[in-house]
């Protein structure tokens, strides 16, 4: 089955540090990969989304590349503020039609620090 | 853009009531919603899958007769907890099955004392 697999959190960074979170994923198919941000106490955002290999996606400086050789969609951002403390959660979507349901990654906690 | 409205934002029951959460997708038709848990400091688990005039469809481990899912509508779909415990205290959240959409309800967080 599909599966996404992140790196163990958290993270702690300083400010202006640069921000890789990894994630790698097993998915049958060309699934579409997602990154989600969750603020403490709230909902999902979605932050960037990927529908095919090579693609990038990027939003508020955040970036991952669809990378099918590697099968990873990592996130980078280059200076990570104190707003950006948050989790952050891989997902993928392989499904078609009636059923895009997203699998999750297990989150990465990020805290930056002023 | 397209937004998903979901009701209640919290909520805080005693043990062997129900609670009823709404999930509204305002912009488009829905035939298909997913239903999500998130335990705290855990990751999203699909729960259900609610199909407007048809059976919702559960994921393994989850009592369907404990979760009542009813999708009456291509724009309302509704989950009801039914006799809560502390242990279905938990973050709930939904999302329509839309290729073009990915976003979620704001959630909601259900307290069950």
């Known amino acids: 089955g599909d599966s996404v697999t992140q790196m163990e959190g958290p993270v702690t960074l300083s400010e202006e540090a640069f921000l890789t979170i990894n994630c790698t994923y097993t998915a049958t198919g060309y699934p579409s990969l997602f990154w989600y941000v969750q603020y403490p106490g709230e909902g999902l955002q979605l932050l960037l989304k990927?529908?095919?290999?090579?693609d990038k996606g990027s939003n508020k400086g955040f970036e991952a590349t669809y990378r099918k050789e590697t099968t990873s969609f990592h996130l980078e951002k280059g200076s990570v503020q104190v707003s950006d403390s948050a989790v952050y959660f891989c997902a993928l979507s392989s499904g078609g039609t009636g059923r895009r349901a997203l699998t999750f990654g297990s989150g990465t906690r990020l805290q930056v620090q002023p | 853009g397209a937004v998903v409205s979901q009701h209640p934002s919290w909520v805080i029951c005693k043990s062997g009531t129900s609670v009823k959460i709404e999930c509204r997708s305002l912009?488009?038709?829905?035939?298909?919603m997913f239903w999500y848990r998130q335990f705290p400091k855990q990751s999203l688990m699909l729960m259900a899958t609610s199909n407007e005039g048809s059976k919702a469809t559960y994921e393994q481990g989850v009592e369907k007769d404990k979760f009542l899912i009813n999708h009456a509508s291509l724009t309302l779909s509704t989950l009801t907890v039914t006799s809560a415990h502390p242990e279905d205290s938990s973050f709930y959240i939904c999302r329509p099955d839309n290729p073009d959409f990915f976003h979620f309800g704001n959630g909601t967080r259900l307290t069950v004392t």
């Open positions: 912009d488009f038709q829905a035939t298909t």
């Open positions: 990927a529908t095919k290999a090579d």
